[in-house]
Structure formats: structure tokens, C-alpha cells
């Protein structure tokens, strides 16, 4: 019904930048919030920022707060994370979120499938 795709993981070196994208597609009237969560080895998964529908409310982790930046495109069923100043405890698998009306099914939360982000030197 509907699919999240990320992309723009990988490995930086500390003080780093990276960009991830997640794009959404299938039977969509609209997207309300959307979310990057994160997930390290033996953690649970955190919510690290999320969006507004019209991106004029945006919500930060503390652990994130002055280095990343949400954003999205609704034209494109996209959400952006900038991620400067990157840390070794920043490493995780990311995920996105988003709150979808379906044409004809109603309001889901759907995930993607993960994009790994290493920061190592």
C-alpha cells in the first residue's frame, strides 16, 4: 500500500556530514508527521526528530539538537535528514516514519527498511 525508501547511509569519519532521504510512494492522499528514528546495537530504537505536515514544527532529540535537521518535500513524499558534526555514538541503523492516509484504507504508520550510518575513523 504504501513504501519508504531511505537512502544516503554510510561511513563518515567523526565531524562528518551526511544526507539521508526517504521517499514514499504507493496509494497516498497525504502524510502527516514524519519521523527519523535510530536503532544502535543492544539499544532501542529512539525517535531523533520528526516533522510537522507542514514543516513548521520540527521536535530534536537532546542527543541530536544543533546538528541535525529535519526537513521534506511534500511534493516529492520526501523527508531529509542533515546530519553535521557526526560522533562515533551516532552510529545506528536509521529509520524513517511517516503517518499515511491511504486512498481508501485510512491512516497508517509505516516505517522503511533501515540505511546504516557508521561514523569512524
Known amino acids: 500500500q504504501v513504501q519508504l525508501v531511505e537512502s544516503g547511509g554510510g561511513l563518515v569519519q567523526p565531524g562528518g556530514s551526511l544526507r539521508l532521504s526517504c521517499a514514499a510512494s504507493?496509494?497516498?492522499?497525504?502524510?502527516?508527521?514524519m519521523g527519523w528514528y535510530r536503532q544502535a546495537p543492544g539499544k532501542q530504537r529512539e525517535l531523533i526528530a520528526v516533522?510537522?505536515?507542514?514543516?513548521?514544527?520540527?521536535n530534536y532529540a537532546d542527543s541530536v539538537k544543533g546538528r541535525f535537521t529535519i526537513s521534506r518535500d511534500n511534493a516529492k513524499n520526501t523527508v531529509y535528514l542533515q546530519m553535521n558534526s557526526l560522533k562515533p555514538e551516532d552510529t545506528a541503523v536509521y529509520y524513517c516514519?511517516?503517518?499515511?492516509?491511504?486512498?481508501?484504507?485510512?491512516?497508517?504508520?509505516?516505517w522503511g527498511q533501515g540505511t546504516q550510518v557508521t561514523v569512524s575513523s
Open positions: 516533522i510537522s505536515w507542514s514543516g513548521g514544527n520540527t
Open positions: 516514519n511517516a503517518d499515511v492516509h491511504i486512498i481508501g484504507r485510512g491512516r497508517i504508520s509505516s
Open positions: 504507493g496509494n497516498i492522499f497525504t502524510i502527516y508527521n
